[in-house]
C-alpha cells in the first residue's frame, strides 16, 4: 500500500495529509441536528476505526480540539495498529482577566500536554481575538508561544483571518506552522479564494489547510483537486471523515491527484445514471 507523501514541520516529519475531527466530535457546520447525530454515532470505537484506516496509508496525525474522548480513541488505534499518532491539538483559553480558572492559559496548555501533544495552536477564538490590524501584530503571540515551547510542545497559530500568517511572518512570530481555512467554494473565508491562495504561496511556514470540502458542501474530488494543485509541496490538507470507507476514499482521491492521474475511485450508483454505463 502507498505511503502517504510527507513534509516537515518544526522539525517533526507529518504526513501532507491530516485527520480532521469535526465529524468525530460534532461540528457540522450545517444544523443542530447534524451535530447531534455525529455525536451520537462516534463512539470510541467508530473513531479508532477510521483513524485506523487512516493509518494504513501511514496518515498518522490528528488535528482537533482538547478532548478526552478523542484521546481515548486515539489510544486504541495506537494499541490496535502499534503506530503512534501525533497530536496537534487547538485549545481555547482565557486572553483577558475574569474568565473561569480552568481556561487560564497554564491550565488549558497543561491539559495539552496531559493529552500528549505534540504540536499546539491556539485556536481561531484565541488568535483571532489577538489580532491587531491597526498596528499590524498578532497581542502575545509571543508569550504564548513561549509558554507552550517552555511545555515542550510545538507552537503554531490557527485563524480564520488571513492577516494572521501575514502579520505572524513579517514581525517573526514563533511559530512553526499555521491552520489556514481554504476551500474552492470560499466557505468560511473573509477574502476570495485567489488572495488565500497567494497568501499560502507566500507564507515563510508549511500551512495546514482546514475545510478542503467546505463542511461537505464540496465532492470529494472537486474540493481535493483544487486545493492539492494550489499548495505547496510542504502544506498540508486536513480533512475528517465520518467511516473507515470515507478515509480510504479521500487518501485514494488525494494519492492520484498528487501523482497527476484522474481518480478512479467507485462512482454512487443511482437510478437516474443507469444510461451512462
Not at 59 to 80: C, I, K, T, Y
Not at 243 to 253: C, F, G, L, S
Request: net charge neutral; hydrophobic share 40%; charged share 25%.
Amino acid at each position: 500500500m502507498t505511503a502517504f507523501p510527507r513534509t516537515v514541520v518544526g522539525g517533526v516529519s507529518l504526513p501532507r495529509l491530516l485527520i480532521g475531527t469535526n465529524w468525530f466530535l460534532g461540528y457540522s457546520h450545517t444544523s443542530l441536528a447534524k451535530d447531534r447525530f455525529i455525536k451520537e454515532l462516534q463512539d470510541r470505537r467508530r473513531i479508532a476505526d477510521v483513524v485506523a484506516a487512516f493509518l494504513e496509508y501511514g496518515v498518522d496525525a490528528v488535528m482537533g480540539p482538547p478532548s478526552q474522548h478523542l484521546e481515548n480513541a486515539l489510544r486504541d488505534a495506537e494499541e490496535r495498529t502499534g503506530r503512534r499518532i501525533i497530536r496537534i491539538i487547538t485549545p481555547s483559553f482565557n486572553i483577558v482577566p475574569g474568565g473561569p480558572p480552568e481556561r487560564e492559559p497554564e491550565a488549558a496548555l497543561d491539559e495539552c500536554v496531559r493529552l500528549n501533544a505534540t504540536f499546539c495552536l491556539p485556536h481561531q477564538c484565541v488568535t483571532d481575538a489577538l489580532l491587531d490590524r491597526m498596528h499590524g501584530e498578532i497581542r502575545d503571540i509571543g508569550k504564548y508561544s513561549r509558554m507552550i515551547r517552555e511545555r515542550g510542545m510545538i507552537p503554531g497559530l490557527s485563524t480564520h483571518m488571513p492577516e494572521a500568517v501575514v502579520y505572524a511572518d513579517k514581525t517573526g512570530a514563533d511559530v512553526e506552522t499555521y491552520i489556514q481555512i481554504y476551500n474552492a467554494a470560499g466557505f468560511l473565508m473573509q477574502v476570495e479564494a485567489d488572495w488565500v491562495m497567494r497568501i499560502i504561496q507566500k507564507a515563510r511556514k508549511p500551512v495546514m489547510t482546514i475545510k478542503p470540502l467546505a463542511a461537505g458542501r464540496l465532492l470529494p474530488v472537486v474540493g481535493l483537486a483544487f486545493v492539492w494543485n494550489t499548495i505547496r509541496d510542504q502544506d498540508m490538507v486536513t480533512i475528517g471523515c465520518t467511516t473507515p470507507d470515507e478515509a480510504r476514499e479521500v487518501v485514494e482521491i488525494s494519492l492520484d491527484l498528487l501523482h497527476r492521474r484522474i481518480p478512479e475511485n467507485a462512482l454512487q450508483k443511482t437510478r437516474s445514471k443507469n444510461t451512462l454505463e
